[in-house]
């Protein structure tokens, strides 16, 4: 008789405490229902990326000599540098630079280490195709400025939710969870 009332005790503090987490969860998704939302209408609203983006890497033919430094750094060797000793004057004379952005990670390290500076990385994040071929860009699809989203006036920059406003998430760290509340 005394197993059964106990046990029942203890369905009732079971019960009570799925109750509590319920409710919790229920508040969560009040709260959230009082939030403006989150939600960028790509492609015709854009966020700005921020400065140390690392986007598609913009090239200038001119100032590279050639070291092959970008290969070296590359983890992958993926920069493509083709050059021709010119005899006359002792150097270097690169004749095709390439870059399979299909293959590339993103690192950065060419740029880093690039002596000239004829590397750059640009805040260009569009490269999808439909043909992965299309991906690996030769020195003029490289020399290519990409178009700024803030001077494209068919689209519209948003700027503030490049973080999240400060006391988005504050309600939740308080919130007691199932592992919270074991510890």
């Known amino acids: 008789m ?28 009040l709260d959230h229902m009082n939030r403006l939302p989150m939600t960028v209408q790509y492609p015709y609203e854009k966020l700005i990326p921020s ?19 970008c290969v070296r750094v590359c983890p992958i060797n993926l920069p493509v540098v083709d050059w021709e000793f010119e005899k006359n004057i002792r150097k270097k004379q690169l004749t095709s630079y390439s870059i399979d952005f299909g293959v590339c990670i993103f690192c950065g390290n060419c740029v880093e280490y690039c002596p000239t500076n004829c590397l750059s990385m640009t805040e260009e994040y569009e490269l999808s195709t439909y043909d992965r071929h299309e991906l690996n860009h030769d020195q003029i699809a490289l020399g290519r400025l990409p178009l700024s989203v803030v001077e494209d006036s068919t689209i519209r920059v948003i700027s503030g939710l490049t973080k999240l406003p400060k006391g988005t998430m504050d309600g939740h760290s308080a919130s007691k969870n199932v592992t919270n509340f074991l510890h």
């Open 2 to 29: 005394f197993s059964m009332v106990e046990g029942l005790q203890v369905y009732g503090q079971q019960t009570i405490q799925a109750a509590k987490y319920i409710g919790q969860g229920f508040m969560v998704t």
């Open 51 to 69: 400065e140390r983006f690392r986007g598609r890497i913009h090239f200038e033919f001119d100032k590279c000599i050639a070291c092959e430094v």
